[in-house]
């Protein structure tokens, strides 16, 4: 199971990657040692705001890709109501299953 995941910065800022385990990616991050993202080196990440998970590792990849293409706002959406993603971006993912007791996700991307 991969998960692709947003991370809030000390300067408010929004981070967004994916990893097979969201807790130790995030200590990575926070570590500034050299496994976390060149990004957050200089960003201090200080929470975790959504995670999604993704049935692959391509899935997440490209589920990644498109969160990083939206706006710094489209992005506080999917953090204020994670099921944004899904009613307001339909047309380019599928939900495989969803979870709304903890909201959380399993996302198939659509194929072009």
Not at 19 to 47: L, M, Q
Not at 59 to 84: C, G, H, P, W, Y
């Amino acid at each position: 199971m991969y998960y692709v995941y947003i991370l809030r910065c000390k300067d408010n800022s929004l981070y967004t990657g994916y990893t097979t385990d969201v807790g130790r990616r995030f200590s990575e991050h926070c570590s500034g040692g050299g496994k976390g993202a060149k990004y957050t080196h200089s960003k201090t990440p200080v929470s975790i705001e959504a995670v999604w998970s993704c049935e692959s590792r391509s899935a997440a990849m490209r589920l990644e890709s498109f969160i990083k293409r939206l706006t710094k706002q489209k992005k506080e959406e999917l953090i204020a109501d994670n099921t944004v993603l899904h009613e307001k971006y339909s047309d380019r993912l599928c939900v495989c299953e969803y979870n709304a007791e903890d909201r959380t996700a399993v996302y198939e991307n659509k194929k072009s």
